[in-house]
């Protein structure tokens, strides 16, 4: 199963991770793979690419953040985060720090470089994933108690919470501006909510099934999204309207990403597959 897929910032390769604890390098023309990463102790749900593109930073069920070198492969800084497994990672946009949400229901925030924890952010249980806001002075949590809360990088405080939420939320990602929200949740349907005043402003419903991933195009105005349903589906936000489906996929779509131009997807399944759509 393939648990995460993410662009390099200039589009060129892939990073991917699945349960056979590994991280993989790819290049997107040839479709051939340049560098496998093996060091984990246990699975790797989350990796990405440094801005630079010339660093992957990979976090594990073993309880580790790794930084690895592009081009050899060897492990430059590695730390343990605690003994709990990390279920999801963000990387700063100055690459600086990282967030990790782990089994014991905490944020973690940490230098990347020194290994050193920073700061804790408690108020979730079960905690899907955690993002920083492009300028890393907020950040986004999502959880399977139907929360999120957007924090306050510096100070650890809750800036907002969103509440009454009909199921678990799977997956929330700020939009390009930071000015809204979107979430994914089991009862299949997805909202987006204004972070400003606190309220919902849209919802989009329709053939949708239990969603893994989402992730908004770089105008702001689209969304993709991937799920259970072995489908990606392409939504015009004002609109709320679904404007395309791919498919191709036997199994689950686990994970979903975008180029940081807009003119690729990529996406990995349960069946193991990678795939890239133009």
Same mark, same amino acid.
């Given at each position: 199963m393939v648990s995460s897929v993410r662009f390099s910032a200039d589009g060129r390769k892939i990073v991917s991770t699945s349960r056979d604890n590994t991280i993989r390098i790819w290049d997107i023309e040839s479709g051939k793979q340049l560098q496998t990463f093996i060091g984990h102790n246990g699975r790797?749900?989350?990796?990405?690419?440094?801005?630079?593109?010339?660093?992957?930073i990979s976090g594990s069920t073993d309880g580790t953040i790794r930084l690895w070198d592009i081009n050899t492969g060897i492990v430059i800084t590695k730390f343990k985060i605690a003994s709990n497994r990390i279920w999801?990672?963000?990387? !700063?946009?100055?690459? =600086?720090?990282a967030v990790s949400t782990l089994q014991?229901?905490?944020?973690r925030l940490c230098d990347i470089h020194s290994g050193i924890e920073i700061k804790q952010f408690l108020g979730h249980s079960a905690i899907s994933n955690a993002q920083f806001s492009l300028n890393g002075k907020m950040l986004l949590s999502s959880s399977l108690d139907k929360?999120?809360?957007l924090w306050d990088t510096e100070s650890g405080e809750i800036l907002k919470?969103?509440?009454g939420h009909s199921d678990r939320?799977?997956?929330a990602t700020f939009s390009p501006d930071c000015k809204f929200i979107v979430y994914c949740s089991s009862d299949n349907i997805i909202q987006i909510w204004d972070i400003e005043t606190g309220t919902e402003w849209k919802i989009l419903k329709g053939n949708i099934n239990y969603v893994n991933g989402v992730k908004y195009f770089p105008d702001g105005q689209?969304?993709?999204?991937? !799920?259970?349903?072995? =489908?990606i589906q392409l939504w015009n936000v004002e609109l709320e309207k679904e404007m395309q489906i791919l498919e191709g996929y036997s199994q689950s779509m686990m994970c979903i990403d975008v180029s940081k131009n807009g003119n690729k997807i990529v996406s990995g399944s349960?069946?193991?597959?990678?795939?890239?759509w133009e």
């Open positions: 790797v749900f989350v990796a990405m690419f440094s801005q630079d593109g010339n660093t992957v999801d990672m963000d990387l !700063s946009s100055d690459g =600086k720090y014991d229901n905490t944020i929360t999120i809360i919470q969103f509440k939320i799977t997956h689209t969304i993709v999204l991937c !799920s259970n349903y072995n =489908k349960k069946d193991g597959k990678i795939r890239i």
